[in-house]
């Protein structure tokens, strides 16, 4: 079977509207360029602990990081939850990728909540545009899938194979991220190494985990864009976890160069 074959056998039949090209497209390229910045330190986010690595700017407005990571996440999961109301007979897979999306936001605003440690402010602005870029991305994911209603379903069904993998992405992440969290004792706000578990084969298997969480939703939605926001996904977290693994190396001198940024014993 030929690639051309595989993708027809699992990808709906989308309508071929121009939303749909030009949202495919937005997706690859900005993913690409965001991950390549992130890689080399050109233009990191505003929000994490590396991201004035290499930048001389000030920033203005600033926010409690706690309040900006609740700007970048709490819009998208308004959203997923109002397209139950919106969209209420989009069938089971329309249902498995919007409870999906929906879980993965609430975990999401949950962790910022109650399980991540935070030492310092975000810049506004990238609260603000984390925000926007989450909201459009699931708004149209969601409503890509919507558009397929009435089509037939592709060849292969993948959907629950999708949900397991989402839930094995959305549990190994919540791990790792409860481990970081972990490492700081209460009135502690320096950085250590993280060791444990993929933490002694990898700096980000959160990271790793965040990218099989996308996966699943590619699986279960199966649409061309889903995919494409998979592969977005690999790119922006690829370069992001090259940059942290940099910065770990530029803070400790007895950082372990086996250790490798996302995938084990490749990269």
Not at 85 to 109: D, E, Q, Y
Not at 215 to 220: D, K, N, W, Y
């Amino acid at each position: 079977m030929t690639m051309a074959q595989i993708f027809r056998a699992i990808l709906f039949q989308e309508p071929s509207t121009i939303f749909i090209k030009i949202m495919v497209m937005m997706n690859l390229v900005f993913s690409a360029i965001l991950g390549i910045s992130e890689g080399f330190g050109i233009q990191n986010l505003e929000y994490s602990k590396f991201w004035n690595v290499n930048s001389q700017k000030q920033v203005k407005t600033k926010v409690p990081s706690r309040i900006g990571m609740l700007i970048a996440y709490t819009p998208t999961l308004i959203a997923c939850l109002s397209f139950f109301w919106i969209f209420p007979n989009g069938g089971i897979r329309f249902f498995m990728l919007n409870s999906a999306t929906a879980i993965h936001f609430f975990k999401r605003v949950l962790e910022v909540l109650f399980v991540h440690k935070y030492s310092g402010a975000m810049a506004m602005n990238s609260a603000i545009t984390i925000s926007s870029s989450y909201l459009m991305a699931f708004s149209s994911l969601i409503y890509i899938q919507h558009l397929t209603e009435g089509s037939s379903d592709p060849n292969i069904d993948l959907k629950y194979l999708g949900f397991i993998v989402f839930l094995v992405g959305i549990i190994g992440n919540f791990y790792y991220h409860f481990l970081l969290s972990n490492m700081r004792k209460k009135g502690e706000n320096g950085y250590k190494i993280p060791k444990g578990g993929l933490f002694n084969l990898v700096i980000c298997p959160h990271y790793l985990f965040e990218i099989v969480t996308f996966f699943g939703f590619s699986l279960i939605s199966q649409t061309l864009f889903s995919f494409s926001s998979t592969i977005g996904a690999v790119f922006y977290l690829t370069g992001r976890s090259y940059a942290t693994r940099k910065w770990y190396i530029s803070k400790f001198e007895d950082f372990p160069r086996n250790v490798k940024a996302l995938i084990p014993f490749v990269f």
